[in-house]
């Protein structure tokens, strides 16, 4: 059964970190583009990051640029988000998706408008709230 699952999320003050995590099983994510997307209440999705299968190139919004580090760990199928100086506009659902890719113009596609659009799965997401 193929399956993204995510997880690490929580309550974090202003200022403060949270590790993000995509575990896949089912499928290998060696082959695959990896995004993190968010949707807050309200709000359309919104693209956060995404790193390619192919060199490991990571890409970024504007938004989490300099907060936000995406890296990947192709030995345990998982994948994770650090996500530091959290702001409460980062508050929202955080989704993982994987979309297969080899090749940097696949890869380049995929994650460089940060869409969400021809990503093959998709986890459940998980909640991270930035609260005083």
């Known amino acids: 059964q193929v399956q993204l699952v995510e997880s690490g999320g929580g309550l974090v003050q202003p200022g403060g970190s949270l590790r993000l995590s995509c575990a896949a099983s089912?499928?290998?994510?060696?082959?695959?583009?990896i995004g993190w997307f968010s949707q807050a209440p309200g709000k359309e999705r919104e693209g956060v990051s995404c790193i390619s299968s192919s060199d490991g190139s990571t890409y970024y919004a504007d938004s989490v640029k300099g907060r936000f580090t995406i890296s990947r760990d192709n030995a345990k199928n998982t994948v994770y988000l650090q996500m530091n100086s959290l702001k409460p506009e980062d508050t929202a659902v955080y989704y993982c998706?994987?979309?297969?890719?080899?090749?940097?113009?696949?890869?380049?596609?995929?994650?460089?408008?940060?869409?969400?659009?021809?990503?093959?799965?998709w986890g459940q997401g998980t909640q991270v709230a930035v609260s005083s």
């Open positions: 998706a994987a979309g297969f890719a080899l090749g940097r113009s696949r890869n380049a596609a995929l994650c460089g408008s940060l869409s969400g659009y021809e990503f093959d799965y």
């Open positions: 089912g499928f290998t994510l060696d082959s695959y583009a």
